[in-house]
């Protein structure tokens, strides 16, 4: 049931609610006793945060020209945002359209196109989002035209274009083509938040903050669903990070509410263990803070606590929550038809009784479901005919504009063929005077190809020079461990070795014939690389026991009696988000190689994070030979080896940094480090932030 009601309730209609009296109380004090200007405002501020309705208002504008005495820009914003908000909201045309023009002449750049734009796109949308007829059509009309006539529309008006028709159809129901509604809502939604990406999130809050909520709940993916939950929740954290938002602690937690509750439901993504952990900080904040459901705290609880029971496949639970759900449609004293709710409300019902074989009840829900769907049909079919009236006088504009275009062509092209004769005779005199410089030009880019052709023939050669030594290369690491492999197989089985020795010739046929996989591996991993451009998948991922379980393997099939094998990291502080597989594989390459070229000394493996959290930095460090500055980007090379005298294909190090730039990381040699060499591999520890 990704079609909610919190829906209907999205901006449109702030509901009453009350706040905490001690803290208000404790605030008005504080405002009172006050010694600066900046703490009068930041009082205020929190004053106008934790009220609602008309006192929210009030202290709105107190603030406001509060604001305007001491010329303090963004507690201007702050309060036009809420006097606007509730304006807007209410339906108060004239007294929105007056702040809106304290808001043009007030505020300064981008703080007052936003939120001039955005307010104003919200009274767009409240004619398309609660009316019919001729007026929601026009704007429909309107908004999709300029889409297919107008290329370089300006980035925050196409934000407002794209919110508007994303709105316009997010309330419908129709159950035989609610994929269809839902996709057409999304793209427009996905197209808003690309275009804004790049945008600070101070200025594009307030369009994308719906735009996530109702991507969480209407993507068709169960995976894209939570990804834009994620995406929805972590912006808000960001947002309330700020300085700004550091010091206004009782803004209203609505959205929190809202992101948690869509990732209670995303088991099918998150799992089992996460989908709970999520629902019950949203149970604990939707006891904490009621007055600030987007509904009603009881109908928000019902509605999560359905869809999170049905995502861990608990139906019996599903269904009781569900019966709730309806009941609450049904009894509830809504001023609006709520019968389509009701409809879907039934659809997932019969779902989970027929997850659980209860097809007497199941039959018994689909009757009353079939009842209700003939009126929900009846207004599909409307909305349907209204859609096709809009699409057809659309294409009739297009028809009619590009008409237009073709005649003043049409009109032009008399006036371009002067202007065109009149080109190509200078063009000619131009021509005939630089022809004779443009010879010397050609013959000087003949020489400089012909330099090219030679550079690029040496390029070739080189190629099938390493690729030759690559293959000879191979042949002889191949021939090599199965010379063992078979010289020592054929040992174990003649008479009159002891069983010390045939254990010690077990241990070798076993370290070639590992030697001889681990060589295959590399070469289809790095095979499978080239040939796809996809995203390794990420997952979290505990590098502590990646790094011991690395080392280990090392020590257990190549370890030397004169190296100290280390690991140092917080375990605690070792979460990332990678691929185990391929991370395990770079972190077996650096110690093999390291341990290759050391023989007393010490290797260390460790990792801590940098950027305050942001990235993951692992480093394999030996007291081995070192390697030269000037090859410090040229072991990264395939087939390259330092020595050429010590095993190994030349692919490990080109195979670490191919797996390293596919996660989003980097991987160099640490060129300051004098004692040996020093790897230094940083990744980012949560990709989706």
């Known amino acids: 049931m990704k079609h909610r009601i919190i829906l209907l309730y999205l901006l449109f209609f702030p509901l009453v609610s009350t706040a905490n009296?001690?803290?208000?109380?404790?605030?008005?004090?504080?405002?009172?006793?006050?010694?600066?200007?900046?703490?009068k405002l930041e009082t205020m501020t929190n004053l106008m945060d934790i009220s609602r309705q008309e006192e929210q208002v009030d202290y709105a504008k107190q603030l406001y020209h509060l604001a305007l005495t001491e010329n303090d820009d963004y507690h201007k914003e702050a309060a036009l945002t809420e006097i606007l908000r509730y304006y807007v909201n209410n339906d108060v045309k004239d007294s929105a359209n007056v702040y809106l023009a304290e808001a043009?002449?007030?505020?300064?750049?981008?703080a007052r196109d936003f939120l001039v734009t955005y307010m104003k796109t919200i009274m767009d949308v409240r004619v398309i989002y609660y009316t019919k007829g001729?007026?929601?059509?026009?704007?429909?009309?309107?908004?999709?035209?300029?889409?297919?006539t107008e290329k370089n529309i300006p980035v925050l008006e196409k934000m407002s274009i794209y919110y508007t028709l994303g709105m316009a159809n997010s309330n419908r129901v129709d159950p035989k083509n609610q994929d269809a509604i839902y996709k057409e809502v999304c793209q427009h939604f996905n197209n808003l938040i690309k275009i804004s990406d790049n945008i600070p999130l101070n200025y594009s809050f307030l369009f994308r903050l719906n735009a996530f909520n109702i991507l969480s709940l209407m993507e068709a993916a169960p995976e894209d669903r939570a990804k834009a939950s994620l995406r929805y929740l972590n912006m808000q954290k960001e947002y309330a990070e700020t300085k700004e938002m550091k010091k206004r602690p009782y803004t209203s937690k609505r959205h929190l509410l809202n992101a948690y509750s869509t990732l209670a439901t995303s088991a099918e993504t998150v799992g089992k263990d996460m989908a709970t952990y999520y629902f019950n900080i949203f149970i604990n904040l939707n006891k904490k803070y009621p007055e600030d459901a987007a509904f009603s705290a009881e109908y928000d609880r019902y509605f999560t606590s359905l869809n999170y029971y049905k995502s861990i496949q608990d139906y019996q639970k599903a269904i009781d929550y569900n019966d709730s759900v309806i009941h609450y449609?049904?009894?509830?004293?809504?001023?609006f038809d709520l019968s389509e709710n009701i409809v879907l409300s039934l659809k997932d019902k019969i779902d989970c009784l027929d997850s659980l074989h209860r097809y007497k009840e199941a039959y018994e829900a689909y009757k009353e479901y079939t009842v209700l769907l003939d009126s929900a049909r009846t207004k599909s079919m409307e909305n349907k005919v209204e859609d096709l009236e809009i699409k057809k006088n659309v294409d009739e504009l297009v028809i009619e504009k590009k008409a237009l275009e073709v005649e003043l062509h049409k009109s032009q092209s008399q006036l371009y063929l002067f202007l065109a004769l009149l080109i190509l005779a200078i063009s000619v005199g131009i021509y005939i005077f630089f022809r004779l410089g443009k010879i010397k030009s050609l013959y000087k880019e003949l020489q400089e190809s012909n330099r090219l052709v030679v550079i690029a023939s040496e390029k070739?050669?080189?190629?099938?020079r390493m690729k030759n030594a690559f293959i000879k290369n191979m042949c002889h690491e191949v021939r090599t461990p199965l010379n063992a492999i078979n010289g020592f197989a054929e040992l174990i089985t003649s008479e009159g070795i002891s069983s010390e020795d045939k254990k010690e010739f077990s241990k070798i046929i076993f370290t070639n014939c590992n030697n001889i996989t681990s060589m295959m591996d590399d070469i289809l991993v790095i095979a499978q690389l080239d040939s796809s451009n996809d995203v390794l998948p990420l997952e979290p991922t505990h590098i502590d026991l990646l790094c011991h379980h690395e080392m280990d393997r090392l020590k257990k099939l190549h370890q030397k009696p004169d190296i100290d094998y280390r690991i140092e990291g917080d375990k605690n502080n070792d979460l990332i988000y990678s691929d185990p597989s391929h991370f395990g594989l770079i972190i077996s390459h650096l110690l093999n190689n390291a341990n290759k070229f050391t023989e007393r000394g010490n290797i260390t493996l460790s990792y801590q994070t940098e950027d305050d959290g942001k990235t993951m930095c692992i480093t394999v460090?030996?007291?081995?030979?070192?390697?030269?500055?000037?090859?410090?980007?040229?072991?990264?090379?395939?087939?390259?080896?330092?020595d050429d005298f010590i095993p190994g294909s030349g692919l490990g190090l080109y195979l670490c940094r191919l797996i390293t730039q596919r996660l989003n990381g980097s991987l160099n040699l640490d060129t300051d480090y004098t004692g040996g060499a020093r790897f230094i591999l940083r990744l980012p520890v949560n990709p989706y932030k």
């Open 329 to 335: 449609f049904r009894d509830g004293d809504f001023p």
């Open 621 to 642: 460090t030996d007291t081995g030979c070192g390697i030269p500055l000037d090859k410090s980007e040229w072991i990264f090379e395939r087939f390259t080896k330092n």
């Open 460 to 464: 070739a050669q080189e190629s099938e």
């Open 104 to 110: 043009e002449r007030e505020l300064k750049g981008k």
């Open 134 to 148: 001729e007026d929601r059509m026009k704007l429909i009309e309107k908004y999709r035209l300029r889409l297919e």
């Open 21 to 39: 009296t001690a803290v208000k109380d404790s605030l008005i004090n504080a405002l009172q006793t006050a010694l600066s200007p900046q703490q």
